[in-house]
């Protein structure tokens, strides 16, 4: 399928979606209150401009926070783990609990503890729990996915562990550690609106916090800008690292030679 | 001539228990083409490892009576950096040796146009063939100005013209330098052609059962492949392998 018309399809039916969507609700006289019609969350979206364009950039903000903490924690902790079996024995266990317990469950005491003053902190710990894993597993895996011969032929010209690890390993990991932060910008932004949400009470100010507030107040429209605009963001954070995973690897990765042919 | 390095005793025991080579005793001389032939899992590629020191023999030692040499190694996959082009590939034991960025690169320039790669210094491994490949992974090794060169089974899965053209390829650089190649192979031709020795392997635990030398001329072509004398040396590898095994 050509690219053209890999954008227009979706493109049309998602249009196509919307008109229908504008006539059933008004053809039935379905109340806004169930259901807006697209027009009416549009001009929902035009209302409150400023508002949500300053909760986008607040979530989006706290998310680039966390996504960059999760990527020098679990990059930071899989160099330790690949160094030192003894560290990676000790604490992986306490990885492993930490991604396995429902984050929103932690969120309360997290949010106590670090207190409602600090709120955009308490956010990017929440956001960092649950998007720093995928970064560790991932990395950890590709630094031990070195060729072994390439390590022989390292140990052969007398590289040292330091060489072997920025040489070899580190780009060994490289694309693996791409499709990890991939699927991490996507957690840390659940993770962000998660918390936000469950931090409630007007503290937090982010597109979370908005549909929170929308939805106490019955504008039903609002509440659709604001996730609206979540879907946006996410779909733009996925292509964003999508790009980055492209620019670094296209010109050697067994991966994005599939994507050209 | 002056031995280059011997084994003496060396035995090789994996930690699961599997005995991979018996006693060996070996002496190259400099300058030679030494084969080892032998039947898969007969330990020729541990015993090549050894003598890198790659890998500790259980017993046994490698003496080196002259001092150990600059050593270049060859991998039966061409075993390349798949993020570097052929230059940083070619240059890697320069970098890591730490020599200066441009004489590095002078070097390994060099070193790919010795093997015919002129002209694909900035190829990334995944646009080269097979037998291309290998060849950036002959360069490789050569870039470091080796005094021996150990080379497992690097052409084994070459197609038969690619094999041939690196062998001859193979033998005009390691005169040309004076090197002194140890090469394990499972093929009685290619040991054939390429040595000025073959030593035959029994099947596992590895020991030497026939050390058979050779006296190819010093110049030979695929017109040699023809010869009688090519085929009479050929008999005689084959028959000591055919012995080997029957005797493991």
Request: proline share 5%.
């Amino acid at each position: 399928m050509n690219r053209a018309l890999r954008i227009a399809t979706p493109l049309a039916l998602g249009i196509a979606v919307l008109a229908a969507w504008e006539f059933l609700v008004r053809h039935y006289y379905v109340p806004t209150i169930v259901l807006p019609p697209p027009s009416a969350i549009w001009a929902a979206f035009v209302g409150n401009f400023a508002s949500l364009m300053a909760s986008l950039w607040t979530t989006l903000s706290v998310t680039l926070v966390a996504m960059a903490a999760a990527f020098l924690g679990g990059v930071a902790l899989a160099v330790v783990f690949s160094q030192s079996r003894l560290a990676e024995t000790a604490l992986y266990p306490y990885a492993v609990v930490l991604q396995v317990t429902p984050v929103i469950a932690i969120a309360p005491l997290i949010l106590i503890w670090v207190g409602f003053d600090r709120i955009d902190l308490v956010l990017v710990i929440i956001a960092w729990m649950i998007a720093f894993f995928p970064v560790l597993a991932n990395t950890t895996l590709g630094l031990k996915s070195a060729d072994h011969n390439l390590i022989d032929l390292f140990r052969l010209y007398g590289a040292s562990r330091w060489q072997i690890l920025t040489r070899l390993q580190m780009p060994t990991a490289l694309p693996y550690l791409l499709g990890a932060m991939r699927v991490s910008g996507g957690l840390a932004l659940i993770g962000v609106v998660t918390a936000e949400m469950v931090a409630g009470s007007g503290a937090a100010t982010g597109l979370g916090w908005r549909i929170i507030e929308a939805g106490n107040r019955l504008e039903i429209a609002k509440m659709f800008a604001a996730l609206a605009l979540l879907s946006v963001l996410g779909i733009a954070i996925f292509f964003a690292l999508s790009l980055l995973e492209w620019a670094l690897l296209h010109r050697w990765h067994e991966s994005a030679v599939k994507k050209q042919g | 001539m002056a031995a280059l390095l011997t084994l003496k005793g060396i035995t090789k025991r994996f930690d699961g228990g599997v005995e991979a080579l018996g006693a060996v005793d070996l002496r190259v001389e400099a300058g030679e083409f030494v084969s080892l032939v032998g039947p898969s899992g007969c330990g020729k590629s541990t015993a090549l490892r050894v003598v890198a020191g790659l890998l500790a023999p259980t017993s046994g030692e490698v003496t080196w009576p002259e001092g150990k040499p600059e050593i270049g190694f060859v991998f039966q996959e061409p075993t390349l950096m798949p993020w570097a082009d052929a230059l940083g590939n070619a240059r890697l034991p320069l970098d890591l040796k730490g020599v200066a960025r441009g004489e590095a690169e002078a070097r390994a320039m060099r070193a790919l146009a010795r093997v015919g790669l002129h002209g694909f210094e900035r190829a990334f491994p995944r646009a080269l063939s097979g037998g291309m490949k290998m060849r950036v992974s002959i360069a490789r090794a050569l870039a470091a100005a080796p005094k021996l060169l150990l080379m497992d089974e690097p052409f084994a899965a070459l197609d038969e013209l690619t094999r041939a053209a690196l062998n001859d390829d193979l033998l005009t650089l390691a005169r040309e330098d004076g090197l002194t190649v140890i090469f394990v192979t499972h093929s009685v031709y290619e040991s054939t052609y390429l040595s000025d020795r073959v030593v035959v392997m029994t099947p596992r635990p590895g020991r030497v059962a026939a050390d058979i030398a050779l006296s190819p001329p010093k110049l030979r072509d695929a017109g040699y492949r023809l010869t009688p004398e090519f085929a009479e040396a050929a008999g005689r590898v084959s028959a000591a392998l055919r012995a080997a095994m029957e005797a493991g």
